[in-house]
C-alpha cells in the first residue's frame, strides 16, 4: 500500500506541476478565456481564478512531491478534480464545443479529456482514503 | 549552366512553398501589417459562430481592426454534422470574388435558423446583393477554384490543430495563442489583446 500511494503521489504530483508550468508560461488572460468558456462564473471571478489556480496547482504538485500533510493535501487534490470533472462533465453534456484549459490553451475538451481526469479523480480518492487509513492504523 | 537553371527552379519552388495561404479577396479584415493577426476559423450553420460573430468579432473589428491594430483573417471551417455549411461557404467564397463577402457573411449569421432548416440559401442572399452580383455568385458555385478554396482552409485548420469552431488564433511577435470554442469574453479577450499590444 505504501507503494501504491508513493506512485500515486508522485503522478499526481508530476501533473499538477506540468499543468501549473504550462498555465504559467502562457498569458494568464489565455488561460482567462479557457475558463471563461465554460460559461460558469462572472467576470470578476474568471479573472480571479485564472490568476490563482496556477499557482495553487503549483503549491499542491509539490507538497504531494513533499508528502508533507498529505492526508489534507491529498483530500484538496480530491476535492480539485472533483471539481473539475464536475465542470467538464457539465460541458461536456451541453455540447460546448470548447478549450478544456487544462493544460494551457489549445487542447479541446473531449471525451478523452473526460477519461483522464476521471482516472486522475479516481487516483486522488484512493490516494486520500488510504492517506487517512494508514493514520489511523499508525495511531 | 544547366544546373544554376536547374537550382534556380528549385529555390523558386521552394519559396512557393513558403509563401502564406492564398487568401480569396475579403477574407482578410484591415492592414495586414498590423501588429496582431487573429486567423477565425468559422462555420456558418454553427450558433456559437454566430454568436461570436455578433458579439465579439463586430466590437473587435470597430476598436481593433479599424485602428490597424488587428489584421483579422476568415477561414471557412465548415463542420460534418452541418448539412449546408459548406454550400453556405461556397456562397461567401463566391461572394469574395464581387467583393461581398462580409455582406455575405454578415447575412448568412443573421438569417443562420432560416436557412439552416431548408437549405434555402440564395434566397436569403437576394437581400445584400444586386441581381447581376448574385447571378455572377450562383455561377461561381461550381467553380472549382471556389471548392478548392475551401478544402485549402479546412486543411490550413487541420494543420493548425483546428477541430473546433469557432477557433481563433491570435499571432503575435512570432507566437501563437489559440482561443478555442464557444464565445470568447469580449471583455476579457480586450484585455488579453491589450496586454500582448503594451509587451
Request: charged content about 20%; hydrophobic content about 45%; aromatic content about 8%.
Amino acid at each position: 500500500m505504501r507503494r501504491l500511494r508513493l506512485a500515486l503521489r508522485l503522478v499526481l504530483a508530476a501533473v499538477f506541476i506540468y499543468a501549473a508550468y504550462t498555465k504559467l508560461r502562457q498569458p494568464w488572460l489565455l488561460f482567462a478565456l479557457s475558463i471563461d468558456s465554460y460559461q460558469l462564473l462572472p467576470q470578476w471571478a474568471v479573472l480571479t481564478v485564472a490568476r490563482t489556480l496556477p499557482w495553487l496547482e503549483l503549491l499542491l504538485g509539490l507538497l504531494l512531491v513533499s508528502g508533507f500533510g498529505l492526508r489534507y493535501v491529498a483530500l484538496v487534490t480530491s476535492a480539485q478534480l472533483v471539481i473539475f470533472l464536475a465542470v467538464m462533465l457539465r460541458a461536456y453534456a451541453r455540447g460546448l464545443g470548447i478549450d478544456c484549459g487544462c493544460f494551457g490553451a489549445g487542447e479541446a475538451l473531449t471525451y478523452k479529456t473526460l477519461i483522464r481526469d476521471g482516472l486522475l479523480t479516481a487516483g486522488a480518492i484512493v490516494l486520500t482514503v488510504s492517506a487517512f487509513q494508514s493514520q489511523r492504523s499508525s495511531s | 549552366m544547366k544546373n544554376i537553371l536547374a537550382s534556380l527552379l528549385l529555390a523558386a519552388i521552394s519559396m512557393a512553398a513558403v509563401v502564406p495561404e492564398a487568401m480569396a479577396p475579403g477574407k482578410g479584415v484591415g492592414v495586414a501589417s498590423a501588429p496582431l493577426k487573429i486567423d477565425v476559423f468559422s462555420d456558418f450553420q454553427c450558433p456559437s459562430c454566430k454568436a461570436s460573430y455578433e458579439e465579439t468579432l463586430r466590437p473587435l473589428k470597430n476598436e481593433y481592426v479599424a485602428k490597424g491594430k488587428v489584421y483579422l483573417v476568415h477561414h471557412d471551417f465548415p463542420l460534418q454534422q452541418h448539412a449546408y455549411a459548406r454550400q453556405a461557404a461556397a456562397y461567401a467564397n463566391a461572394a469574395a470574388r464581387v467583393n461581398k463577402y462580409e455582406e455575405v457573411s454578415r447575412e448568412l449569421f443573421r438569417q443562420q435558423g432560416v436557412w439552416s432548416a431548408n437549405g434555402q440559401i440564395d434566397s436569403i442572399l437576394a437581400g445584400v446583393l444586386k441581381p447581376d452580383e448574385l447571378k455572377k455568385v450562383r455561377s461561381l458555385l461550381t467553380d472549382p477554384k471556389i471548392l478548392a478554396d475551401i478544402e485549402q482552409d479546412i486543411a490550413l485548420g487541420k494543420k493548425r490543430n483546428v477541430s473546433q469552431t469557432p477557433t481563433m488564433i491570435v499571432s503575435y511577435k512570432g507566437r501563437e495563442y489559440p482561443v478555442v470554442g464557444n464565445v470568447p469574453d469580449y471583455g476579457i479577450l480586450r484585455k488579453f489583446l491589450d496586454d500582448l499590444l503594451s509587451k
